[in-house]
């Protein structure tokens, strides 16, 4: 399986100001075929089933603000929220798709400084 | 716009089998895409079980496929699981998703019902 890990854990940011967080695969989720990385980012709100942020690494799901943005490649990946607003506050996860069983990272929890 | 709901009873007792629909609407599901299932233990991370496509063709873990089915309906447009002889750490919220493959990035999900192992 690859495993997925994520940091950190948690952190706490102040509102308009960046939030960065890191995701490593053990293994690379880039398939040198299509040049595509197999990598995505949900976002789970209290209450709320996951949703999904980007996939491919780097490509938003329609709908989402322009302020999450996905970069990297290979095993090692970041999620960015440009300017942390109120609404951002959850726990992120990341996914790789690149071979079975799926795996998520363990999740990082972003809160309000 | 897909939507997906779980249904099934909330409670289920150590050893026996755990059994959950989900219904699709806004889709039908013989026209594309994989269903499958994910859940989470209080207050932990995420965890694949597996996913099927319109034809029967199923996906599972390893770490659960001697426990796992999951199939699929078409003619009701839902899909289901059942996982057998459950212990308290099978204790979890369960959500269904769909997505375009078996190994694909995950668009809808439903909202998620947990279910309690206890006796």
């Known amino acids: 399986d690859i495993v997925v890990t994520q940091s950190p854990d948690s952190l706490a940011v102040s509102l308009g100001e960046r939030a960065t967080i890191n995701c490593k695969s053990s293994q690379s989720v880039l398939y040198n075929s299509n040049n595509k990385n197999y990598l995505a980012w949900y976002q789970q709100k209290p209450g709320q089933p996951p949703k999904l942020l980007i996939y491919w690494a780097s490509i938003r799901e329609s709908g989402v603000p322009d302020r999450f943005s996905g970069s990297g490649s290979g095993t090692d990946f970041t999620l960015t929220i440009s300017s942390l607003q109120a609404e951002d506050v959850a726990v992120y996860y990341c996914?790789?798709?690149?071979?079975?069983?799926?795996?998520f990272g363990g999740g990082t929890k972003v809160e309000i400084k | 716009q897909v939507q997906l709901q779980e249904s099934g009873p909330g409670l289920v007792k150590p050893s026996e089998t755990l059994s959950l629909t989900c219904a699709v609407s806004?889709?039908?599901?013989?026209?594309?895409?994989?269903w499958g299932w994910i859940r989470q233990p209080p207050g932990k991370g995420l965890e694949w079980i597996g996913s099927i496509y319109h034809s029967g063709s199923t996906y599972y873990n390893p770490s659960l496929k001697s426990r796992v089915t999951i199939s699929v309906d078409t003619s009701k447009n839902e899909f289901s699981l059942n996982l057998s002889s459950v212990t308290a750490s099978d204790t979890a919220l369960y959500y269904c998703?769909?997505?375009?493959?078996?190994?694909?990035?995950?668009?809808?999900w439903g909202q998620g019902m947990l279910v309690t192992v206890s006796p």
């Open positions: 998703a769909s997505g375009r493959g078996p190994e694909y990035h995950l668009d809808y």
């Open positions: 806004g889709y039908s599901i013989s026209s594309g895409y994989y």
């Open positions: 996914q790789q798709y690149y071979s079975s069983p799926l795996t």
